[in-house]
Nanobody, 115 residues
């Protein structure tokens, strides 16, 4: 059974940084695509960054220049480096993996940006 577990969330001041991790129960390159999403209260879930099994990355315009996605296949782990955090980045952050047309989700990790 595929499992994805996020970690690394927490409370951070505006301008600060966090690195989120998503540990998978198998190689991250078994997934055609892995991605980070977030959902703020009262808002729809939005995709932030995508990593393909071929190593291609794409980052949403809303966070481009501040967020970076990467993967470590040896550790079965996907990362999201978040810099210059803003209060509007406050949300639950989710890891997603797509394999054979099926989506798998982690339970999410809360990120709160506040002074």
């Amino acid at each position: 059974q595929v499992q994805l577990v996020e970690s690394g969330g927490g409370l951070v001041q505006p301008g600060g940084s966090l690195r989120l991790s998503c540990t998978a129960s198998e190689s991250i390159f078994n997934f055609a695509v892995m991605a980070w999403y977030r959902q703020a209260p009262g808002k729809q879930r939005e995709v932030l960054a995508v990593l393909s099994s071929g190593g291609t990355t794409n980052v949403a315009n809303s966070v481009k220049g501040r967020f970076t996605i990467s993967g470590d296949n040896a550790k079965n782990t996907l990362y999201l480096q978040m810099n210059s955090l803003k209060p509007e980045d406050t949300a639950v952050y989710y890891c997603n993996g797509v394999r054979t047309g099926q989506h798998y989700w982690g339970p999410g990790t809360q990120v709160t940006v506040s002074s």
